[in-house]
């Protein structure tokens, strides 16, 4: 069982910067991709990063283009989220996930098979 351990949520200024970290617990991941989530209040949780784990290849949803870098240290198992130029509207709960099952682009909830418990992101105007 993968295990996702989150950290770098909490509170920031509008255009400041956070880091998110997410390493899967127990194991070297060698799945096909991680991604990073967010859901805000009300709203449904939508896709924000991707990064495909063997080649690196990256892709993000329009409103963070530009702000935000996924990124992935095989060495140390970990999957990044650095964001900048934050936006209140950024606000809400970031998920990281994991993908051990190919599925192709990695742009959907149901491409992922493991999530982390979710760490919170508020961005104050």
């Known amino acids: 069982q993968v295990q996702l351990v989150e950290s770098g949520g909490g509170l920031v200024q509008a255009g400041g910067s956070l880091r998110l970290s997410c390493a899967p617990s127990?194991?070297?991941?060698?799945?096909?991709?991680m991604g990073w989530f967010r859901q805000a209040p009300g709203k449904e949780r939508e896709f924000v990063a991707r990064?495909?784990?063997?080649?690196?290849?990256?892709y993000y949803e329009d409103a963070v283009k530009g702000r935000f870098t996924i990124s992935r240290d095989s060495a140390e198992n970990t999957v990044y989220l650095q964001m900048n130029s934050l936006k209140p509207e950024d606000t809400a709960v970031y998920y990281c996930?994991?993908?051990?099952?190919?599925?192709?682009?990695?742009?959907?909830?149901?491409?992922?098979?493991?999530w982390g418990q979710g760490t919170q992101v508020t961005v104050s105007s």
């Open positions: 127990g194991l070297t991941f060698s799945g096909y991709a």
């Open positions: 990064i495909k784990w063997n080649v690196g290849t990256t």
């Open positions: 996930a994991a993908a051990i099952r190919y599925s192709g682009n990695y742009y959907r909830a149901n491409d992922y098979q493991y």
